[in-house]
Protein backbone atom coordinates (compact mmCIF):
# COMPACT_ATOMS: atom_id res chain seq x y z
CA UNK A 1 0.00 0.00 0.00
CA UNK A 2 1.28 3.42 -1.02
CA UNK A 3 1.58 5.93 1.67
CA UNK A 4 -0.72 8.17 0.15
CA UNK A 5 -3.36 6.21 0.19
CA UNK A 6 -3.02 5.20 4.08
CA UNK A 7 -6.11 6.91 5.57
CA UNK A 8 -4.82 9.54 8.51
CA UNK A 9 -6.77 9.17 12.18
CA UNK A 10 -5.76 12.14 14.27
CA UNK A 11 -6.80 11.53 17.72
CA UNK A 12 -7.11 13.61 20.93
CA UNK A 13 -8.39 16.47 19.51
CA UNK A 14 -9.57 19.13 21.93
CA UNK A 15 -8.58 22.60 20.88
CA UNK A 16 -7.58 24.16 17.25
CA UNK A 17 -10.12 21.33 16.03
CA UNK A 18 -11.01 23.68 12.89
CA UNK A 19 -7.62 24.42 11.81
CA UNK A 20 -6.74 20.67 12.13
CA UNK A 21 -9.77 19.95 9.88
CA UNK A 22 -8.82 22.00 7.26
CA UNK A 23 -5.40 19.36 6.50
CA UNK A 24 -8.38 17.05 5.81
CA UNK A 25 -7.70 13.87 7.23
CA UNK A 26 -9.89 11.18 7.12
CA UNK A 27 -10.84 10.68 10.58
CA UNK A 28 -10.76 12.99 13.62
CA UNK A 29 -11.09 11.21 17.19
CA UNK A 30 -12.71 13.20 20.27
CA UNK A 31 -12.01 11.61 23.69
CA UNK A 32 -14.97 11.20 26.34
CA UNK A 33 -12.75 9.75 28.83
CA UNK A 34 -12.60 11.56 31.99
CA UNK A 35 -9.42 10.19 33.05
CA UNK A 36 -7.43 11.71 30.29
CA UNK A 37 -6.07 15.09 30.13
CA UNK A 38 -7.43 14.86 26.57
CA UNK A 39 -10.91 14.87 27.80
CA UNK A 40 -12.90 17.21 25.69
CA UNK A 41 -15.33 17.94 28.39
CA UNK A 42 -18.74 17.51 29.14
CA UNK A 43 -20.01 20.79 27.43
CA UNK A 44 -18.32 19.73 24.67
CA UNK A 45 -19.87 20.82 21.14
CA UNK A 46 -17.70 19.66 17.31
CA UNK A 47 -17.57 21.99 15.71
CA UNK A 48 -18.77 22.48 12.15
CA UNK A 49 -16.25 20.50 9.78
CA UNK A 50 -16.26 19.03 6.26
CA UNK A 51 -18.29 16.37 6.21
CA UNK A 52 -15.24 14.15 4.31
CA UNK A 53 -13.50 14.00 8.18
CA UNK A 54 -15.20 10.99 10.10
CA UNK A 55 -15.87 12.33 13.86
CA UNK A 56 -15.06 9.08 16.15
CA UNK A 57 -15.70 9.09 20.21
CA UNK A 58 -13.41 7.46 22.30
CA UNK A 59 -14.73 5.85 25.07
CA UNK A 60 -12.78 3.84 28.09
CA UNK A 61 -15.01 1.31 29.67
CA UNK A 62 -18.38 3.64 29.90
CA UNK A 63 -21.67 2.30 30.17
CA UNK A 64 -23.52 1.46 27.03
CA UNK A 65 -26.38 4.04 27.28
CA UNK A 66 -23.90 7.11 28.00
CA UNK A 67 -22.26 6.12 24.93
CA UNK A 68 -25.46 5.66 23.31
CA UNK A 69 -26.18 9.06 24.37
CA UNK A 70 -22.91 10.83 23.25
CA UNK A 71 -23.26 9.45 19.79
CA UNK A 72 -26.36 10.31 19.46
CA UNK A 73 -25.91 13.99 20.59
CA UNK A 74 -22.71 14.62 18.91
CA UNK A 75 -23.89 13.10 15.60
CA UNK A 76 -20.66 10.58 15.99
CA UNK A 77 -19.76 8.30 12.89
CA UNK A 78 -17.94 6.30 14.66
CA UNK A 79 -17.05 5.18 18.04
CA UNK A 80 -13.54 3.72 19.56
CA UNK A 81 -13.38 1.76 22.73
CA UNK A 82 -10.08 1.49 24.47
CA UNK A 83 -10.80 -0.67 27.65
CA UNK A 84 -11.29 -3.90 27.92
CA UNK A 85 -14.79 -3.98 26.83
CA UNK A 86 -16.23 -7.65 25.70
CA UNK A 87 -17.28 -8.68 22.06
CA UNK A 88 -20.56 -9.17 24.44
CA UNK A 89 -20.94 -5.50 24.81
CA UNK A 90 -19.66 -4.88 20.86
CA UNK A 91 -22.54 -6.63 19.99
CA UNK A 92 -24.97 -5.23 22.12
CA UNK A 93 -23.95 -1.57 20.31
CA UNK A 94 -23.56 -2.88 16.94
CA UNK A 95 -27.64 -3.50 17.47
CA UNK A 96 -27.84 -0.31 17.72
CA UNK A 97 -26.82 0.64 14.49
CA UNK A 98 -23.19 1.69 16.40
CA UNK A 99 -20.26 1.62 14.14
CA UNK A 100 -17.34 0.33 15.94
CA UNK A 101 -13.71 0.69 16.06
CA UNK A 102 -12.20 -2.00 19.21
CA UNK A 103 -8.83 -0.83 20.07
CA UNK A 104 -6.29 -3.73 21.27
CA UNK A 105 -3.16 -2.84 22.84
CA UNK A 106 0.05 -5.30 21.47
CA UNK A 107 2.89 -6.73 22.67
CA UNK A 108 4.83 -9.72 22.34
CA UNK A 109 3.39 -12.31 24.39
CA UNK A 110 -0.61 -11.05 22.70
CA UNK A 111 -2.52 -13.68 20.72
CA UNK A 112 -4.91 -12.82 17.93
CA UNK A 113 -7.03 -15.12 18.46
CA UNK A 114 -8.76 -13.42 21.42
CA UNK A 115 -10.08 -11.09 19.05
CA UNK A 116 -12.00 -13.75 16.74
CA UNK A 117 -15.38 -12.95 18.92
CA UNK A 118 -15.24 -9.07 17.97
CA UNK A 119 -15.17 -9.74 14.24
CA UNK A 120 -19.02 -9.65 13.47
CA UNK A 121 -18.94 -6.51 15.38
CA UNK A 122 -16.33 -4.00 14.63
CA UNK A 123 -15.13 -2.61 11.01
CA UNK A 124 -12.45 -1.38 12.07
CA UNK A 125 -9.58 -2.58 14.87
CA UNK A 126 -6.81 -0.42 15.88
CA UNK A 127 -3.31 -1.73 17.03
CA UNK A 128 -1.96 -0.19 19.89
CA UNK A 129 0.69 0.10 22.60
CA UNK A 130 -0.56 1.74 25.84
CA UNK A 131 -3.52 4.34 24.50
CA UNK A 132 -1.65 7.89 24.97
CA UNK A 133 1.58 6.70 26.16
CA UNK A 134 3.49 7.15 23.00
CA UNK A 135 5.47 4.77 22.94
CA UNK A 136 5.37 1.97 19.73
CA UNK A 137 4.97 -1.83 19.79
CA UNK A 138 6.90 -4.38 17.37
CA UNK A 139 5.17 -3.47 14.20
CA UNK A 140 6.62 -7.40 13.13
CA UNK A 141 4.48 -8.39 15.60
CA UNK A 142 1.05 -8.03 13.00
CA UNK A 143 2.56 -10.09 10.63
CA UNK A 144 0.76 -12.93 13.17
CA UNK A 145 -2.24 -11.26 12.40
CA UNK A 146 -4.27 -13.41 9.46
CA UNK A 147 -8.19 -11.83 9.94
CA UNK A 148 -9.79 -10.32 7.17
CA UNK A 149 -11.12 -7.06 9.60
CA UNK A 150 -8.88 -3.92 8.32
CA UNK A 151 -6.61 -2.03 10.83
CA UNK A 152 -5.10 1.61 12.17
CA UNK A 153 -1.64 1.31 13.17
CA UNK A 154 -0.90 3.24 16.56
CA UNK A 155 0.91 4.12 19.34
CA UNK A 156 3.62 6.43 18.94
CA UNK A 157 3.76 7.60 15.67
CA UNK A 158 5.74 10.62 15.07
CA UNK A 159 7.24 13.05 12.30
CA UNK A 160 10.18 10.56 11.66
CA UNK A 161 8.81 7.35 11.04
CA UNK A 162 7.28 8.23 7.44
CA UNK A 163 10.73 5.96 6.48
CA UNK A 164 9.30 3.09 8.75
CA UNK A 165 5.83 3.47 7.56
CA UNK A 166 6.60 2.45 4.34
CA UNK A 167 8.82 0.11 4.87
CA UNK A 168 6.19 -1.90 6.68
CA UNK A 169 3.21 -3.71 4.96
CA UNK A 170 0.64 -5.47 5.95
CA UNK A 171 -2.46 -6.39 3.87
CA UNK A 172 -5.37 -5.13 6.38
CA UNK A 173 -3.03 -1.67 7.69
CA UNK A 174 -5.90 0.73 6.31
CA UNK A 175 -4.40 3.76 7.96
CA UNK A 176 -2.76 5.25 10.73
CA UNK A 177 -3.32 6.74 14.09
CA UNK A 178 -1.82 9.42 15.43
CA UNK A 179 -2.32 11.50 18.68
CA UNK A 180 0.44 12.07 21.17
CA UNK A 181 3.81 12.36 18.88
CA UNK A 182 2.15 15.64 17.61
CA UNK A 183 1.37 17.80 20.56
CA UNK A 184 2.11 20.65 22.31
CA UNK A 185 0.34 19.82 24.93
CA UNK A 186 -2.23 16.96 25.45
CA UNK A 187 -5.17 18.06 23.25
CA UNK A 188 -3.42 20.48 21.36
CA UNK A 189 -1.51 19.85 18.18
CA UNK A 190 1.84 21.07 16.95
CA UNK A 191 -0.03 22.62 13.02
CA UNK A 192 3.02 23.37 11.52
CA UNK A 193 5.18 19.42 12.43
CA UNK A 194 1.71 17.87 11.16
CA UNK A 195 1.32 19.61 8.29
CA UNK A 196 5.23 18.57 7.37
CA UNK A 197 3.68 14.36 8.11
CA UNK A 198 0.98 15.00 6.21
CA UNK A 199 2.46 16.25 3.11
CA UNK A 200 5.50 13.94 3.20
CA UNK A 201 2.77 10.86 3.68
CA UNK A 202 0.56 12.09 0.57
CA UNK A 203 3.92 13.23 -1.60
CA UNK A 204 5.04 9.70 -1.74
Known amino acids: MKLKSLK ?3 CGMKYDIKKISYFLPDFMGFIFYKKSPRY ?3 NFIIPDISNKILKIGVFVNDNKDNILKISKEKKLDF ?10 FCEQLCKRKVKIIKSFKIDKYFLFKKIYDYIPFCPYFIFDNNG ?3 QKFTWEKLNEYYFETPFFLSGGIGINDVEKIQKFFHPKMI ?6 KFEIFPGKKNKKILKI ?3 KIKNL
Open 197 to 199: FLK
Open 8 to 10: IKI
Open 40 to 42: VGK
Open 79 to 88: IQLHGKESAF
Open 175 to 180: GIDINS
Open 132 to 134: GSG
